[in-house]
């Protein structure tokens, strides 16, 4: 048998995602950035040249999960987080009802990668159109914000 002479990539299709310990099963993930800093022109007099130096400043791009409504207990967590910070009639929490928790990268059913993601909180919370005439699966959408997501492993 032939040994392969490069390492393949990993695929897209083989993850999780884990809030507070909980793993919820989810369709996609997208916002996985390690962060981003602007960046300054500092102009010197006599010199014909910018410096191009860091704000100091790193900002964190919204995570976004896709998940099929299914009636399963995962459609109760997200719902119930959602009514911790937000209530039509009464008190709400807003961003003040934060979780921990991760996305984590599966290659053939085993833990290769995991993005750790700090103290989010869901900024808004979406169902998929209904269409008489499709036979779409129904999802929800969830933006959430954070402070801060790295690679752990």
């Known amino acids: 048998m032939a040994e392969l002479t490069f390492r393949e990539a990993y695929r897209t299709h083989g993850f999780a995602l884990e809030i507070e310990g909980v793993r919820c099963p989810v369709s996609k993930v997208s916002g996985l ?44 967590l997200f719902r119930d987080w959602f009514r911790e910070m937000f209530q039509l009639n009464g008190r709400s929490g807003g961003s003040s009802r934060r979780r921990n928790g991760a996305i984590i990268k599966l290659e053939n059913g085993q833990e290769v990668l995991r993005f750790a993601f700090y103290e989010a909180w869901v900024k808004s919370s979406k169902f998929a159109d209904m269409e008489a005439g499709s036979n779409n699966l129904f999802k929800q959408t969830v933006e959430m914000e954070h402070n801060g997501l790295e690679r752990v492993s």
């Open 33 to 76: 950035s390690e962060g981003k800093t602007e960046t300054i022109e500092q102009m010197d007099g006599g010199s014909p040249f910018a410096r191009k130096i860091s704000s100091g400043i790193v900002k964190f791009e919204t995570l976004v999960i896709e998940r099929h409504m299914d009636g399963s207990e995962y459609d109760k």
